[in-house]
Nanobody
Framework: QVQLVESGGALVQPEGSLRLSCAAS????????MGWYRQAPGEERQLVAT???????NYADSVKGRFTISRDNAQNTVYLQMNSLKPEDTAIYYC???????????????WGQGTQVTVSS
């Protein structure tokens, strides 16, 4: 079994900062790409940022220059540093990871339960 647990969501004022964390645990042989997605009320889930095992990053245009994704491979953890937050960043943020649980297993796509980020004055 694999679990992803997010933390760090909160209510923050515009132009504020937050740091989200997501830790993977369980039977893990290797983790490939990890990422953050978000879903606002009434909208589809959308990509925020991804980071490969080789630390190559990709960002949605709406967050470039404000958000930074990073990971600690030894801790199986991915982070999202969010600066200059805007009300339109308000959403539930979900962690995603591509994981194989053994040398011979198929690649699985795992999701966390989500953490709420609200940007409001």
């Amino acid at each position: 079994q694999v679990q992803l647990v997010e933390s760090g969501g909160a209510l923050v004022q515009p132009e504020g900062s937050l740091r989200l964390s997501c830790a993977a645990s369980g039977t893990i042989f290797s983790i490939f790409t990890m990422g953050w997605y978000r879903q606002a009320p009434g909208e589809e889930r959308q990509l925020v940022a991804t980071i490969t095992s080789g630390l190559r990053t990709n960002y949605a245009d709406s967050v470039k220059g404000r958000f930074t994704i990073s990971r600690d491979n030894a801790q199986n953890t991915v982070y999202l540093q969010m600066n200059s937050l805007k009300p339109e960043d308000t959403a539930i943020y979900y962690c995603n990871a591509e994981i194989i649980t053994s040398r011979y297993s198929r690649l699985g796509y795992y999701w966390g339960q989500g953490t709420q980020v609200t940007v409001s004055s």
